[in-house]
């Protein structure tokens, strides 16, 4: 079974960073990208960024281009956000999300791309 296994999030004041990570269970499980989605109070989920597994390139939406990063590790399963310069608007709970190995699509920042997903993260940025 698949699990991911979301940390690092927490409270930071505006202007901060931090570091949230993803980290698949299952060591034979290549997925064919990860995403990561957060959803604010009131709000529906929305995309935030993704990365292929295979050759790296990486998604961003337009609202955390330049200030946040993915990245991932191969040999530890693990998928990271890095988030910079954050926002009180960047308050959200962030879901870590992994795309079958069998299946690939073209459109990472739809949520149905996905088939595996975290129990999200809260990060909370304060003014």
């Known amino acids: 079974q698949v699990q991911l296994v979301e940390s690092g999030g927490g409270l930071v004041q505006a202007g901060g960073s931090l570091r949230v990570s993803c980290t698949v269970s299952?060591?034979?499980?290549?997925?064919?990208?990860m995403g990561w989605f957060r959803q604010a109070p009131g709000k529906e989920r929305e995309f935030v960024a993704a990365?292929?597994?295979?050759?790296?390139?990486?998604y961003y939406a337009d609202s955390v281009k330049g200030r946040f990063t993915v990245s991932r590790d191969n040999a530890k399963n693990t998928v990271y956000l890095q988030m910079n310069s954050l926002k009180p608007e960047d308050t959200a709970v962030y879901y870590c999300?992994?795309?079958?190995?069998?299946?690939?699509?073209?459109?990472?920042?739809?949520?149905?791309?996905?088939?595996?997903w975290g129990q999200g993260t809260q990060v909370t940025v304060s003014s």
């Open positions: 999300c992994a795309a079958d190995p069998t299946y690939w699509s073209s459109n990472l920042y739809r949520e149905g791309t996905y088939h595996y």
């Open positions: 299952a060591r034979t499980f290549s997925p064919s990208a």
């Open positions: 990365i292929r597994w295979g050759g790296g390139s990486t």
